[in-house]
């Protein structure tokens, strides 16, 4: 298996462009999540979709919009990109099957930075 | 998720047993605690997870006293390679499904 699956790994974009970033899941997974971690901080939770169709805000959503195209493939776009952006994003998905099964597997990461 | 609170850094010499301390005050009845593990550059993973009383595998134990409002993660006999963030998570909130992860743990084992 093949488990969470991040595109592109770099990019570097210029102020004002726009970019969207790809995650697929191949675990048949029912919640997907994006995080964002800048340089010596934890990880700070973007957006999140319980269920395919539905999305919601997480901590730090300012910026980002997000699109879950169907149960395996959650997408974060970034509209007009800012330096403020610049980031190491993780995607990641679980799924709640069961009483205390909170188990999440994380993508390999995007390392993302607007000049 | 219920709150936890984690020291921000340790260090500890190769070859001892570090252990990790997390306080989740607000625990609910249904609620699990989970711990993560974050390399650098990569994104984190599972290591550990417990209900209450001891839970030990391959990676580490997990210990959990009786009023379950703190866990202390275990790692035995710790290499340069065990230099990691660590994560403790309380839940899962069904009613929401955030999964929210805090700032962590940084261990640095020294040689």
């Known amino acids: 298996n093949a488990g969470v699956t991040q595109t592109p790994k770099f990019q570097v974009l210029k102020t004002g462009q726009s970019m969207t970033l790809q995650c697929a899941q191949d675990m048949n997974h029912n919640s997907m999540y994006w995080y964002r971690q800048d340089p010596g901080m934890g990880l700070r939770l973007i957006y999140y979709s319980a269920s395919e169709g539905t999305t919601d805000k997480g901590e730090v959503p300012n910026g980002y919009n997000v699109s879950r195209l169907n149960k395996r493939e959650f997408s974060l776009r970034l509209e007009s990109a800012a330096p403020s952006q610049t980031s190491v994003y993780f995607c990641?998905?679980?799924?709640?099957?069961?009483?205390?099964?909170?188990?999440?597997?994380f993508g390999q990461g995007t390392r993302l930075t607007v000049v | 998720l219920a709150k936890t609170t984690q020291p921000i850094s340790m260090d500890s010499y190769e070859g001892q047993e570090v252990n990790i301390t997390c306080s989740h005050n607000?625990?609910?009845?249904?609620?699990?605690i989970t711990w993560y593990q974050q390399f650098p550059s990569q994104g984190p993973r599972f290591i550990i997870q417990?209900?209450?009383t001891k839970v030990t595998n391959e990676v580490a134990s997990l210990f959990i006293p009786a009023d379950r409002k703190s866990s202390t993660l275990s790692l035995p006999r710790v290499s340069l390679s065990d230099t990691a963030v660590y994560y403790c998570l309380v839940g899962p909130d069904y009613g929401n499904n955030r999964l929210a992860f805090g700032k962590g743990n940084q261990v640095v084992v020294i040689p």
């Open positions: 607000n625990i609910a009845t249904n609620d699990y």
């Open positions: 990641a998905s679980r799924s709640l099957r069961g009483v205390g099964d909170t188990e999440a597997f």
């Open positions: 417990g209900y209450k």
